[in-house]
């Protein structure tokens, strides 16, 4: 069982960055490829970055590419999204997830292990 704990979320004025936080405990980390996903009021949770178990293979959804940034800290059983130039549309609750898997994955299905979630406010 692994526990995913994020934190970093907050309100932010258009054009601000956030760097969220995902700390993992209970497993073996670097087993796990990593994600980010988002929730809107309303709409479903869609995929907003993914990272393999070593960092080597990152990918984005279009809608953040150039904005965000995903890495990871396999000592500290972290990984992180570094958001910067946030838009309103960005405003959702943030989720980390794990998946036992080697590659990327872009399928909130396909995640074993997620967070509780940490709320990221983008004001106009």
């Known amino acids: 069982q692994v526990l995913l704990v994020e934190s970093g979320g907050g309100l932010v004025q258009a054009g601000g960055s956030l760097r969220l936080s995902c700390a993992a405990s209970g497993g073996t980390f670097r087993s796990y490829a990593m994600g980010w996903f988002r929730q809107a009021p309303g709409k479903e949770r869609q995929f907003v970055a993914t990272?393999?178990?070593?960092?080597?293979?990152?990918d984005y959804a279009d809608s953040v590419k150039g904005r965000f940034t995903i890495s990871r800290d396999n000592a500290k059983n972290t990984v992180y999204l570094q958001m910067n130039s946030l838009k309103p549309e960005d405003t959702a609750v943030y989720y980390c997830?794990?998946?036992?898997?080697?590659?990327?994955?872009?399928?909130?299905?396909?995640?074993?292990?997620w967070g509780q979630g940490t709320q990221v406010t983008v004001s106009s």
């Open positions: 990272i393999t178990w070593s960092g080597a293979l990152t």
């Open positions: 997830a794990a998946h036992a898997g080697a590659g990327v994955s872009y399928d909130r299905h396909e995640y074993d292990y």
